[in-house]
């Protein structure tokens, strides 16, 4: 290694396995960094090699637990197998996906998939109103991850809970570790819900369908729109229930009791605007 310093001078020279720093910029594998970059990489190696670069993998997590995340920060994201940015503040980090097309209307797309979603893995009828959000709460699906998982971001989670022995309730919790005001509406078939200043504290769960039941032939949508801790406000998403059959075999009936039912699951996801 080759260390070249001038005095008092904010000028150094390294020369180390490939890096030259020189008058502020670091060129990795290149002797002449672009003047527009601080910090270029080169495609190729000293071996005439083509490389890719690798910024830091790690699970949610492991995302979370680092302290102040400077915005703009990247990383890759393991569990939800995506590059990720963090377009919030360090105070109030928001993770975002980096999607390959740039049109679209959403920015961070979640999803999940369940099955079976019907008769249910649990013979726990779900309480009036939801139970407190853990992974381990019996009365949720959720606390069954063999059969799969539900969406969730760092505000929200969809979980479902059996409400009836043909029917369930899908559940909306807040997970951000603070109590989060939002309005809201559902094209829930039976009972849509439309309201302002809907109030969770965290853990704490709202039904999407206005009546706390939904048939298994049902799709849920609603769509939410943040209004506090200001740090969030107008934030806007778009979450959604759904179920479907994996096969063609037979029609699921309306309690989702019908032949086939083991072919039945449910996509949840959560889509926030941009």
Same mark, same amino acid.
């Given at each position: 290694m080759n260390c070249i310093k001038m005095n008092k001078l904010s000028i150094t020279l390294f020369i180390t396995a490939g890096v030259v720093l020189s008058k502020g910029q670091v060129g990795i594998?290149?002797?002449t960094p672009d003047p527009s970059a601080n910090l270029h990489v080169a495609p190729t190696n000293t071996s005439n090699q083509y490389k890719g670069t690798l910024l830091g993998t790690m699970s949610t997590a492991n995302r979370n637990s680092i302290s102040q995340p400077a915005t703009g920060l990247m990383i890759y994201n393991t569990t939800d197998n995506c590059l990720q940015v963090n377009n919030g503040t360090p105070a109030a980090p928001r993770w975002q996906c980096l999607n390959e097309d740039p049109n679209l209307p959403f920015g961070n797309m979640i999803f999940g998939r369940y099955k079976p979603i019907y008769?249910?893995? /649990?013979? @726990?009828? %779900?309480?009036?109103?939801?139970?407190?959000?853990?992974?381990?709460n019996n009365q949720l699906y959720g606390s069954y991850p063999a059969n799969g998982n539900f969406a969730s971001n760092d505000l929200f989670r969809v979980d479902v809970g059996r409400r009836t022995g043909d029917t369930y309730s899908a559940v909306l919790y807040n997970v951000s570790g603070e109590?989060?005001?939002?309005?809201?509406?559902?094209n829930a078939f039976y009972n849509p819900v439309s309201a302002n200043n809907i109030?969770?504290?965290?853990?704490?769960?709202?039904?999407?369908?206005?009546?706390?039941?939904?048939?298994?032939?049902?799709a849920q949508n609603c769509y939410v729109t943040v209004t506090s801790p200001a740090k969030w406000a107008g934030r806007k998403f778009l979450i959604g229930v759904n179920i479907f059959k994996?096969? /063609?075999? @037979?029609? %699921?009936?309306?309690?989702?009791n019908g032949a086939g039912k083991e072919n039945q699951s449910m996509l949840t996801y959560i889509f926030e605007f941009k």
């Open positions: 594998n290149t002797s008769p249910g893995i /649990t013979a @726990n009828i %779900i309480s009036i109103p939801p139970p407190q959000y853990s992974p381990t109590s989060i005001a939002f309005n809201y509406s559902s109030s969770l504290n965290n853990a704490q769960g709202r039904f999407i369908d206005g009546d706390n039941i939904t048939y298994y032939t049902e994996e096969d /063609t075999s @037979n029609t %699921i009936a309306t309690g989702g």
